[in-house]
């Protein structure tokens, strides 16, 4: 159909006359209400830019010699990010000598993996990297999930807090009913009873 009858009968049937295909030979074109295509458009990409999850990547950063103490401290972190659904690179900092005895860096990454199995895997295995060495750990669940956990463990918490306060209202409600129900009721004082009983009317 050439280009002046496509626009004619756009301009009939009261649409936009819209090339969707340029690269095509002939070129196609759409006849659509322009405006509502748009907006479709824009709130697909909206739908779409919220279901998507941002994969963070976390940093730890450890030392070949690192104390006990120390290391659990690290390790209870990276435990935390991978519940939270966030990978987590391990680098192993290397130090004057220490870069001599790069199996120290190897055999701590192992024994990290070992300890986090339950909640991450080895994404990339460790590598040397100049002074350092690197490992990537992925978490063995979603974030959606991890997300959908935190909101459901924070709901229990709301919940629970909500019948302690109206259990404590109630308790204090009857604590108040009694001490009122055991003290003898109190006469009316009248404007007389305002005077010094010395005076003499």
């Excluded at 070129?27 to 279901?51: H, I, S, T, W």
């Excluded at 006990?68 to 991978?82: I, P």
């Excluded at 009873?193 to 009317?201: E, G």
């Amino acid at each position: 159909m050439s280009t002046a009858d496509a626009l004619r009968l756009a301009r009939d049937q009261d649409l936009d006359l819209v090339e969707v295909a340029a690269q095509a030979r002939p070129p196609v074109a759409k006849l659509m209400d322009y405006g509502k295509f748009k907006y479709e458009n824009a709130q697909k990409a909206r739908d779409a830019r919220r279901n998507q999850t941002n994969t963070v990547v976390k940093e730890m950063k450890l030392r070949p010699k690192i104390d006990d103490h120390d290391y659990e401290t690290k390790k209870g972190h990276v435990v935390r990010f991978l519940k939270a659904g966030d990978k987590v690179k391990i680098t192993i900092m290397f130090r004057g000598r220490e870069q001599s005895r790069p199996e120290l860096g190897f055999n701590l990454l192992r024994r990290l993996a070992a300890d986090v199995e339950e909640y991450g895997f080895v994404e990339s295995s460790p590598k040397q990297d100049g002074r350092n060495m690197l490992m990537v750990l992925g978490p063995t669940r979603k974030k959606t999930d991890a997300k959908a956990d935190v909101q459901a463990e924070r709901d229990r918490r709301a919940a629970e807090r909500k019948a302690d306060h109206d259990a404590e209202q109630t308790e204090l409600a009857e604590h108040r009913a009694q001490a009122h129900a055991g003290e003898p009721k109190k006469k009316k004082r009248g404007p007389a009873d305002n005077m010094d009983p010395d005076i003499d009317l």
